[in-house]
């Protein structure tokens, strides 16, 4: 299995909603990561885990909420978005985060509606 | 913080060469990717430098000079399929581990 899953594909929620989008990797990868991309911008990095604990968090908004329960899984927990965080949220894992390739395996997306 | 060049936009027939330049500067470099992102798609993996000098992967190269802080993407015979974005990646060294950032990528048209 060289995939990264993600779900749901397409969410649409209100700014009071809480909802959750949720990545799993079963390639073994040990890193795993959450980006934001807006229309023709290229991908912003969020938040990374490394062996499952949070190593970087790009100073996201409290309202984006990551949570590792295990290696093969990760989530990004949503609460009071605003309009302007309507985008493509990408998840993608690595075999780590030290050198070497360590190349980053994307998931297909979670395309994110916020009213 | 990094600063990651590359043009926005080019144009290329069927069966030409096309060379994708990326012009980056960072502390604690690391590694240079070149991504290929179909509209509406995830990206995926092309390739990777660490060391000055070329790589070649098929229809697809990549060049590599660390001193000037360039690289290239070279993609020949191209093909309809490779109409997409292409997204330069740094990685880096910094105090909370690696760091990929991307350049604002580099849409390519092939036309017949």
């Known amino acids: 299995d060289t995939e990264v899953t993600q779900t749901p594909k397409h969410l649409v929620m209100g700014m009071t909603n809480k909802k959750s989008l949720k990545c799993e990797q079963h390639?073994?990868?040990?890193?795993m990561y959450w980006y934001k991309q807006k229309a023709k911008k290229p991908p912003e990095l969020m938040f990374v885990?490394?062996?499952?604990?949070?190593?970087i968090n790009e100073s996201v908004p409290s309202r984006f909420s990551p949570e590792c329960p295990n290696s093969s899984l990760l989530n990004l927990h949503l609460h009071a978005l605003q309009p302007e965080d309507s985008a493509l949220y990408l998840c993608?894992?690595?075999?780590?985060?030290?050198?070497?390739?360590?190349?980053?395996?994307f998931g297909a997306g979670s395309r994110l509606t916020v009213l | 913080g990094q600063n990651i060049d590359q043009p926005t936009e080019m144009t290329a027939t069927e069966g030409a060469i096309v060379q994708i330049n990326c012009t980056y500067q960072?502390?604690?470099?690391?590694?240079l990717f070149w991504y290929q992102q179909h509209a509406g798609e995830a990206p995926t993996f092309l390739s990777y430098?660490?060391?000055?000098g070329l790589e070649e992967k098929g229809r697809f190269s990549s060049f590599l000079s660390r001193s000037k802080g360039y690289s290239y993407l070279l993609l020949k015979e191209l093909q309809m399929k490779d109409s997409a974005s292409y997204l330069c990646?740094?990685?880096?060294?910094?105090?909370?581990?690696?760091?990929?950032?991307f350049g604002g990528g580099t849409r390519v048209l092939v036309k017949p």
């Open positions: 993608a894992s690595s075999p780590g985060t030290d050198s070497g390739a360590n190349v980053l395996t």
């Open positions: 390639m073994g990868h040990r890193a």
């Open positions: 885990y490394s062996y499952e604990k949070l190593s």
């Open positions: 960072t502390s604690g470099f690391n590694g």
């Open positions: 430098n660490v060391l000055d």
């Open positions: 990646a740094v990685r880096a060294i910094k105090a909370a581990g690696n760091k990929l950032t």
